[in-house]
């Protein structure tokens, strides 16, 4: 768990998702299942959300959805701007109504990271404490998750969006202050997001949802090292140690034994505006997951990511 003092410190700055056709008592028992299995660190997240929307714009990019579409390729080109999400247009109610006995789905849900920290351990004179390290995306501008949508729905007086489809994953790397990089899948596959308190009659600014959400290996499966070891294809171990097969291998066994793993990650998003008339709301987001472990062979480092989204609710 993330405790509240380390975020608030000055250094605190492919596979498928599931049917479409799944019925709702499906939608509602993979929501009551995700909370019972979630007994996932709220708090420290809570906690980096709260510090999140004091020092987060609730605007994600610097257009609107109209104006997007209103902008050419060739403007568009070379500006960065496909890797942002649109702001909710001003205006309006802040109020999305959502009855019950009604169908509903979140579409064009987008998360756009603006901040990307590594948890390390540090030992001071105190003991070993975790703190958040800055540190820079050295991938090109395509972390971007969006187009993405699911059901919105009802229960236990609670609102749910269960993730379905859409660009819901991004192979990303981040680079350490003293050179490490870090790779990881920028992710949020299966993600079941509920309130956190009763909000079954309509999105406002006041909503929160949080939940979690599974992370694949940031490898599939044809992948094969730089040693031709793989999980489903190439060798069983390095080439050049044949004589390893009967036994003294244990300290490469974990370089050898190549495995595909899915791990978990937790967000939470908060509510900062809301358009009735288009059905748009946006707001910040704080998410924490794990990086990648090279197929096994490594532990993975505990990212924690803040950023702004963006969804439409539209009726089924």
Do not use: H
Request: one cysteine or more.
């Amino acid at each position: 768990m993330i405790s509240a003092a380390l975020l608030f410190s000055p250094n605190a700055a492919a596979f498928s998702a599931g049917s479409r056709a799944a019925v709702p008592t499906q939608r509602v028992a993979d929501v009551q299942m995700a909370e019972n299995a979630n007994g996932w660190k709220a708090a420290g997240l809570a906690a980096a959300l709260a510090l999140a929307t004091g020092v987060q714009s609730a605007s994600a990019g610097p257009f609107t959805r109209s104006e997007i579409a209103s902008l050419t390729y060739e403007q568009i080109k070379g500006t960065g701007l496909a890797n942002t999400c649109p702001k909710v247009e001003a205006g309006g109610a802040q109020k999305i109504a959502v009855n019950s006995g009604k169908k509903y789905k979140i579409e064009e849900f987008c998360l756009e990271p603006t901040s990307f920290q590594v948890l390390e351990e540090k030992l001071t004179k105190n003991g070993l404490v975790t703190e958040a390290v800055d540190t820079k995306v050295t991938t090109r501008q395509t972390y971007v998750l969006t187009g993405i949508d699911g059901d919105l729905v009802q229960a236990d007086g609670k609102l749910a969006f269960v993730e379905q489809d859409g660009i819901d994953y991004a192979a990303t790397t981040v680079q350490l202050p003293g050179g490490e990089r870090v790779p990881f899948l920028f992710t949020v596959k299966n993600l079941v997001a509920k309130t956190n308190t009763p909000a079954a009659d309509g999105i406002t600014t006041a909503t929160k949802f949080a939940g979690g959400f599974k992370v694949p290996s940031y490898r599939t499966g044809l992948f094969l090292d730089p040693k031709g070891r793989g999980t489903t294809t190439g060798y069983d171990q390095a080439v050049a140690l044949p004589a390893m097969q009967a036994g003294g291998d244990e300290g490469m066994f974990k370089e050898n034994n190549k495995k595909f793993e899915v791990l978990d990650g937790s967000i939470e998003f908060k509510v900062t505006s809301v358009n009735t008339e288009l059905g748009e709301f946006g707001g910040v987001f704080v998410q924490k997951q794990p990086s990648d472990t090279d197929l096994g062979s490594k532990v993975p480092k505990e990212l924690l990511l803040k950023g702004a989204f963006f969804a439409t609710v539209v009726e089924q």
